[in-house]
């Protein structure tokens, strides 16, 4: 089962009270309703045994009415098998009851006594995911979050009720079907928290945290690598100054302590310059800073540079 199909039935066995029954049903009914035939009789379409198990209860439970369900294969040989719920006994009340038919006529947006608390708007967006949503397993993809459906005002009516919650939804026109979507990681988790969806709110949070962590330690890495190769690049200049000195006969001349760098920066070219000045002092005695050694290897490069130009 996909990430998806895990969260839809998850949430469609949880009990809520009858008002938010109602919410999360209208959502659904307003976005797979067959409106061609909504004259005759409440038709609804699915490809998800979850969400047709959903309505049949539902309607149940609100209307005390055993839906009428259809089972066939879906089409072009398609594996998937096609729910069909018909209802006709009481439908015009039920379309009424459930916003979604007002004086004969279809609403685009539900009524507002449907909405009017906090456990109903979610109850909406419930019932909204249920029949359009999808989301991205986060161990297998990129973070994203969608519901898509059929015109822009119903689009932007989501789009605010989602941003209630500061889930920072936006809408995308995609072909002749409009995209509600989030993005962000935390805003996806916080929508799941939303739906109650606890299960997949600890898997996606779980997956999350383990993608940050292992961002952070390639970051980490790569900041590392990057330090590393600038050291070796800096010392193989060190070392090529330390040559042209070298094949001058200068080293034979040299101060002392530039000597002492110049030796220990040939034989230990791979180190650092704290560890470099760590070595000095053990096998010399001569106590010696990180400062002290970058000074002196300044030092030798501007002689090197000096020789060079002339």
Do not use: W
């Not at 009270?17 to 049903?25: D, T, V």
């Not at 600038?230 to 006969?249: F, P, R, S, W, Y």
């Amino acid at each position: 089962m996909s990430f998806t199909g895990t969260v839809k039935n998850e949430i469609s066995k949880k009990k809520y009270s009858k008002a938010e029954y109602i919410a999360e049903l209208s959502a659904i009914f307003r976005n797979l309703l067959d409106i061609s035939e909504y004259q005759e009789k409440i038709r609804i379409t699915t490809e998800n045994p979850v969400l047709a198990r959903r309505i049949f209860e539902l309607m149940k439970e609100l209307y005390d009415i055993h839906a009428r369900v259809t089972v066939r294969r879906g089409y072009n040989f398609s594996k998937n098998y096609i729910y069909i719920l018909e209802i006709r006994r009481r439908k015009d009340f039920i379309l009424e009851d459930l916003g979604i038919v007002k004086n004969q006529k279809l609403q685009n947006l539900p009524e507002a006594y449907l909405l009017d608390d906090e456990n109903s708007v979610k109850a909406y967006l419930r019932g909204v995911f249920l029949a359009v949503g999808s989301i991205n397993d986060p161990k297998t993809s990129r973070y994203h979050l969608e519901f898509v459906v059929n015109d822009a005002i119903y689009a932007n009516f989501l789009k605010e009720k989602l941003n209630l919650y500061d889930l920072n939804s936006k809408v995308l026109k995609r072909e002749n079907k409009y995209m509600v979507y989030i993005k962000e990681a935390e805003k996806i988790s916080d929508f799941l928290r939303l739906i109650g969806a606890s299960n997949a709110v600890l898997y996606y949070e779980e997956i999350r945290i383990f993608r940050n962590q292992k961002n952070n330690t390639n970051r980490l890495n790569n900041c590392e690598q990057a330090n590393v190769d600038k050291m070796i690049e800096t010392a193989n200049h060190q070392i090529h100054d330390i040559q042209i000195l070298e094949e001058a006969g200068l080293l034979d001349v040299m101060d002392e302590k530039l000597l002492d760098v110049c030796t220990y920066r040939k034989k230990y070219p791979e180190v650092s310059l704290q560890e470099l000045s760590e070595i000095i002092t053990l096998e010399t005695g001569k106590k010696i800073t990180k400062s002290g050694v970058h000074h002196r290897l300044k030092k030798i490069s501007e002689m090197a540079s000096n020789l060079s130009q002339k």
